[in-house]
Structures are given as C-alpha cells and as structure tokens.
C-alpha cells in the first residue's frame, strides 16, 4: 500500500516487530532516522554515530529501535539500503522517521529530494508493505516522511511528509535540536585524545595552524633557523608540519622548510597548502589529508616550529583544528606554554580502519631530530632553507 499523501493513514495493527527501510540508488548520501518524545516528557534520536552524539539504538531496551548502520557514506550511485528495526512503540508520545540529505547538508545546500529516487518502505511481521516516495519538490535537507501513532488497541503509521532546513527541523521535531553536522570538541590537556569518524570517502581532513602574528609585548629575538646559524629579530614566523607513516612501511616529513610540500592525488596523499610566513592570513597555515587513502596511512605527527622570532609558545597564541566531514571540528590549543625550545609536537594522528584517533602530545623539542627520536621515526635530517 502506498501513501502518496500526507495525513494518509494505514493500520498496522499489533506487531512484534517492524522494519523500516530507505532504499535508493542516486549518487547522494541519505542517512535514516528516527526522532522521538515520550509520554513522560522524554526526548531523543536514534541516527548513525558518524555524527556527533550519535547513536544506533538498541531493541532490547529503550529506545527499542535499532538502526543497521551508514549506507550511503561516500555518495555513491548504486543499490542502496539503510534498515530500523521497531519493537515496541507503547512509549512514544511522537515517533517521526526522518531522512537527512547530508551530501547537500555538508555543503549548505538546500536542493529537493525529488531529483533522487529515495523511498521509505514499512513491512510488518504479518508482510504487510507501506511506501512513502521522497518526491517533494520543497528545498530542504531533512525530510520529515512518516510518523507512528501508538493506539490504546492499534498503532498507525501515517504519511507525515516535510521538508525543511537543519535549524527548522531542529525546532519543530521532538529530539532534533541535538542533531549536529558538526560541533567542536577541544582537547585540554597533553594525552587527552579523541577518535573521529570521517563520514564520506572522499573529500579530506583539513588541519589548521593559526596564531597570533604580533604577540602583545613581545621582544623579538631569533627563532630555529636563527639558533643554528644565527641570525637576527625577524617577523613572527610559525611553520606547520608532520611526519607521516604509510602502512607500508614508508616515512617522510612534509613542510615549507626545504619545501616538502607533499601530494593530495598520489602518496603521500597529505599536501601542505602554503606558507604563511608571518600569520598574516587569517586562515593560518594548512594542510590537507585525501580521506579517499587513509587507509594506506598508518600514523601522521603533526608539529609547528618557531622559524623566525617569538621569544616563548604563550606569546603565540598558536591552535591546530582538525575538520572531517560529518565529525566534530577538533581543536588543539598550545595553551600558556612557556618552554623556550623552538619546536613542538602537537598530536598524533592514528589511522585504525575508518577511524581516526586524535591525541594531544604538546612535547617541546630542540629540533626535527630530537622529535624525530623521542616518536622513533628514523629519517635522516639535514639543515634546509626556504625559497
């Protein structure tokens, strides 16, 4: 039976159990959800943990709804299948099931569902089938589709269908307003860590140096380079870097200095972007990580030395961010350090199958070799210059 309007009604009497399933095959990642407020005042989603605060469900206890995972990841055409299972809706004051277009989301875009070919099928345990088509014509994101009604005899499931924007669905829908693309999350202090998820397999991981290119009060004097060879006061001059390790086996470093700059296409698949030599951009320094290869990555180290001036690290004010699509941007403050040695080691990045764990090192070192040591990377070091 299909509801093609909304306010449609079908009786689905008493169940055991019912599946829900999103089917497509459009080049577009759709994420199945389902959202929720209780008779007692209670309210939340079951939706993929690839986002923030995310999570699957569970049947055996509340919410007694589970989800199979995250299809669609990578957008993709082909055949393509996202489950939720229910088993008990004796709770739920409001029960919505929900579709989000995170391809168009992610990039603040707000097209219609009806340029794909998603539906929503609901089969009981008696082999009843209902189908709710994704054909709005609406811009927006987020497709409210279905909800259920528990009755005190019969449940019903009803064509609810709406389109609208994240910050509209948020307010209106019970249990949305936690749903996020992206938060932040900040690691304070040295060896705290965090395991992100990119959501998508292509795109990339953005790393970001920032810091503040005049330290109020600051005396200049000479910085790493300067050290070395000698040298005079020179404009603030922070230079962001890694060293990397591929699965097989393969090490390198990557930065401006003896411009290492890297590849995004082909391995390394971590490019530097440029170099600010002054902190004069607003956006700092970058680089870039080609998510479609973190699989030949085993582990990245991301530093920062000071080239040219800055007496001491607080004077900076420096902060790595890490941004991957779906996740919490992740930042990494320097804080209130006073070490007077001219190179840091702000986080290692562990690549373990699809996810990635962020931790916070903050180890300060005389130069490249002294880290290079301390993590047991084994390059051979030789003094560079930039152009």
Request: charged residues 25%; contains cysteine; glycine residues 12%.
């Amino acid at each position: 039976m299909e509801l093609k309007q909304k306010g449609a009604k079908a009786d689905i009497g008493a169940f055991k159990q019912i599946k829900v399933s999103l089917i497509w095959t459009s080049a577009v990642d759709l994420d199945l959800m389902a959202f929720y407020k209780t008779k007692d005042g209670r309210s939340g989603g079951v939706y993929s943990d690839n986002y923030a605060g995310g999570s699957l469900g569970m049947l055996n206890q509340f919410p007694f709804i589970q989800l199979s995972g995250d299809e669609g990841v990578g957008a993709g055409a082909g055949d393509k299948r996202e489950e939720m299972r229910i088993v008990k809706l004796d709770d739920f004051e409001e029960l919505y099931v929900c579709a989000l277009n995170f391809t168009d989301a992610s990039s603040g875009e707000n097209k219609v569902f009806a340029n794909y070919d998603a539906r929503v099928e609901v089969v009981t345990d008696r082999g009843e089938h209902h189908t709710v088509a994704l054909d709005s014509a609406q811009s927006g994101s987020l497709a409210v589709i279905c909800k259920f009604e528990a009755g005190m005899i019969s449940n019903s499931l009803v064509n609810d269908s709406e389109v609208m924007n994240l910050e509209d669905f948020r307010t209106k829908i019970p249990g949305a307003s936690e749903l996020k693309l992206a938060s932040k999350v900040t690691l304070k202090s040295k060896g705290d860590s965090y395991s992100l998820k990119p959501k998508g397999a292509g795109g990339d991981i953005l790393i970001n140096l920032n810091w503040n290119k005049k330290p109020e009060g600051a005396k200049q004097s000479g910085g790493l380079l300067s050290k070395v060879f000698g040298g005079g006061d020179k404009e603030l001059d922070l230079d962001l870097g890694c060293l990397f390790e591929m699965q097989n086996g393969t090490k390198g470093a990557i930065q401006p200095l003896g411009n290492a700059f890297g590849s995004f296409d082909s391995p390394p698949y971590i490019f530097h972007c440029g170099d600010d030599r002054t902190g004069a951009w607003s956006e700092g320094e970058n680089m870039k990580i080609n998510l479609a290869h973190i699989n030949k990555i085993k582990r990245v180290l991301m530093y920062t030395y000071i080239y040219e001036g800055a007496p001491n690290w607080a004077s900076t004010d420096a902060v790595i961010t890490l941004k991957v699509p779906g996740q919490p941007v992740l930042e990494v403050p320097m804080g209130s350090q006073m070490d007077s040695l001219p190179f840091c080691a702000i986080t290692m990045l562990e690549f373990e199958g699809a996810g990635i764990k962020v931790t916070k090192l903050v180890s300060f070192h005389k130069g490249h070799p002294d880290c290079d040591q301390t993590y047991k990377w084994g390059l051979d070091w030789v003094a560079g210059s930039k152009d």
